[in-house]
Nanobody, 115 residues
């Protein structure tokens, strides 16, 4: 059974950086488009960034120029480098396929941006 495990979240001040990682067990990565999503308190889950199996990336307007998604197929990992963090980036971050599959949602990793 494939499992996606997110890590790297934490508490950071505005303007700071964090790097999130997602490790996948199983063999879905190399042939699958992947993405990072987030859910802020009281809000619906939203797409943050996506990366195709060919490495083509796309970002939500709110994070363009600040976040970078990458993948290492040999290691079955997808990462999200987050720079210039803002309080509105506070959320639980999840990785999943693109489009997402319900059975792949993990626990996510909490990112809190506050002074």
């Amino acid at each position: 059974q494939v499992q996606l495990v997110e890590s790297g979240g934490g508490l950071v001040q505005p303007g700071g950086s964090l790097r999130l990682s997602c490790a996948a067990s199983g063999t879905i990565f190399s042939a699958t488009n992947m993405a990072w999503y987030r859910q802020a308190p009281g809000k619906e889950r939203e797409l943050v960034a996506r990366i195709s199996k060919f490495g083509i990336t796309d970002y939500a307007d709110s994070v363009k120029g600040r976040f970078t998604i990458s993948r290492e197929n040999a290691k079955n990992t997808v990462s999200l480098q987050m720079n210039s963090l803002k309080p509105e980036d506070t959320a639980v971050y999840y990785c999943n396929t693109d489009p997402p599959r319900s059975y792949y949602w993990g626990k996510g990793t909490l990112v809190t941006v506050t002074s």
